[in-house]
């Protein structure tokens, strides 16, 4: 039904940036908030950025100032531009959507399968 596809992720030194994409596509009517979430290994999932259709935006404490959350609504499509990176950064992260699909009566939320992120000098 949807997609989700992340893009962007690789290997970058400290102080370095990056710059992710996720893309949504399929049978998609409308797309409401869309965020960025991250996994470290022996961490839990935790959220990073979300931005709503609006694009009103919320960010976790650890990366505000350092993160940029943004999307294009005709290309369904959010942004997560990361500079000034730390090892702490390092994960997996991951991208969801609120999606209202054709002939659908409510939302569901869609995963992408996520992005490795890798801060090491």
């Known amino acids: 039904q949807v997609q989700l596809v992340e893009s962007g992720g690789g290997l970058v030194q400290p102080g370095g940036s990056l710059r992710l994409s996720c893309a949504a596509s399929?049978?998609?009517?409308?797309?409401?908030?869309m965020g960025w979430y991250r996994q470290a290994p022996g961490k839990q999932r935790e959220l990073v950025a979300t931005?709503?259709?609006?694009?009103?935006?919320n960010y976790a404490d650890s990366v505000k100032g350092r993160f940029t959350i943004s999307r294009d609504n005709a290309k369904n499509t959010a942004y997560l531009q990361m500079d000034s990176l730390k090892p702490e950064d390092t994960a997996v992260y991951s991208c969801?959507?609120?999606?209202?699909?054709?002939?659908?009566?409510?939302?569901?939320?869609?995963w992408g399968q996520g992005t490795q992120v890798t801060v090491s000098s």
């Open positions: 969801n959507a609120d999606v209202l699909t054709w002939g659908a009566l409510q939302r569901r939320l869609f």
């Open positions: 931005i709503t259709s609006s694009a009103s935006t």
């Open positions: 399929g049978n998609i009517f409308s797309v409401a908030t």
